[in-house]
């Protein structure tokens, strides 16, 4: 088991910067990649961003140039650095957590914080 636990959202006017923090406990020997997704109202959850326990990075296209993913590993946590935003950025914003699991993978996701961006 694996449980997240989110902070930092807020509102910010746009083009402001806000930093979230998520983090694990459990078994989190276990967490190979760990990802930020958020989800607007009416809209699907969609990936923000993602890293590997090595630190490879992946970011949506929305995203990249404006948002940084971390993770520190020692501190079993992982942060996203969102700058320039945009009020289309408001969104409940997800901690995601990934177990492999023999030939497959267990989602693990925290309870999410608000980002709002007023424009």
């Known amino acids: 088991q694996v449980h997240l636990v989110e902070s930092g959202g807020g509102l910010v006017q746009a083009g402001g910067s806000l930093r979230l923090s998520c983090a694990a406990s459990?078994?989190?020997?276990?967490?190979?990649?760990m990802a930020w997704y958020r989800q607007a109202p009416g809209k699907q959850r969609e990936l923000v961003a993602s890293?590997?326990?090595?630190?490879?990075?992946n970011y949506a296209g929305s995203v990249k140039g404006r948002f940084t993913i971390s993770r520190d590993n020692a501190k079993d946590s992982v942060y996203l650095q969102m700058n320039s935003l945009k009020p289309e950025d408001t969104a409940a914003y997800y901690c995601?957590?990934?177990?492999?699991?023999?030939?497959?993978?267990?989602?693990?996701w925290g309870q999410g914080t608000q980002v709002t961006v007023s424009s």
């Open positions: 995601n957590a990934e177990v492999p699991v023999r030939t497959t993978s267990i989602n693990y």
């Open positions: 459990g078994s989190i020997f276990s967490i190979n990649i």
């Open positions: 890293i590997t326990r090595s630190g490879r990075t």
